[in-house]
Structure formats: structure tokens, C-alpha cells
């Protein structure tokens, strides 16, 4: 199978089920987002050793091509589609609680900074909040679009706190914000 098909050439591509629509049509948009995240976190997996976060972050993309999945059909009775985990928003909830029992109460803004992976940790988050905002715009109707924005919402926070975990790890403290610090 070649990877190119030439379909796409005059600036249209076609949604699970066949329907053709603009390349920029915000549907794809949101789950081009969904996938630029998951670029995304193959690069943090590639800067951490620790094999938990890992293993964590593996089971995240493979959720995100779910979701990307869900986003990309006509319809979510498309017989392709996956099943979407309808525990994982609990799953991630659990994994922020876990992860935040080791962490010094935050007493300011913090700056997404401190380390590569702490930043790409950041990347990932506001790259999520992205994808959250495209996939509300898109209002893709779906039995699961609830769950969908629910887990993308808890998503970035799971990124949000991972970075100050990572940092915990690496024995870095949080960077705060310092207003005006610039002048």
C-alpha cells in the first residue's frame, strides 16, 4: 500500500464513512489537534526514564487515536470505531491525585519552564487545551462527546501536574511567576 493517494491533492480529505470535506473544515482541525498532542507526547516519553510516566503516556496516545477515531467518523456507530474507555477521566483523576501527594502546595502562577521535559510536559498541556477548544468548535455530534471533552479537559490537567512532578523527580523546584519581573 503506498502511503500517498492523491486524493487529497485539490484540498479535500474524507471523514470515517466517506463523506469529503475541507482540509480546514474544523472537524479536521480538531483531530489534527488530537494528533499533534500525540506527537507531542512521544517526544516527552522519548526525554523521561522513568518507566510509570511511560507506561502512563503510552496508554494516553493510544486513547487520543480513539478519540481521533471518534472525531474523524460520520458517525460514532461506524463499525470500525474503537471503544472508548469510559473510566479513563477517573483513571487520569487518579493518576493527578497520586502524583500530587508528592508535591509542595503551589503559592503562585508557576512558569512552564525548568527542564526539557518539564516544558514539553507544558507543550503538551496547552497543545491539550488546544485540542479542547477545537473539538468544543467542531460540536461533533456524538453519544460520546461529553466523555470525549471530559477526558481532553482532565487530560491537560494530568499535563499540568505532570510537569511538577517531573520537576519533584528531577529534585527541581516550580519556577514562579514574578509579575513584573521584566522591568
Known sequence: MKIYTKTGDKGETS???????????????AYGTVDELNAHIGLLISFTNNEQIKDQLLKIQSLLFTI??????????????????????????AAIDLMDKSLNPMKSFILPSGSTSISQAHVCRTVCRRAERRIIAAEINSSNSTLIIQIINRLSDYFFVLARYIGHLQKLDDIPWVPNRNS
Open 15 to 29: 471523514l470515517l464513512g466517506g463523506k469529503r470535506v475541507s482540509k480546514d473544515d474544523i472537524r479536521i482541525e
Open 68 to 93: 481521533g477515531s471518534y472525531l474523524a467518523a460520520e458517525s460514532d456507530k461506524h463499525p470500525s470505531l474503537p471503544v472508548l474507555d469510559q473510566n479513563f477521566a477517573i483513571d487520569l483523576e
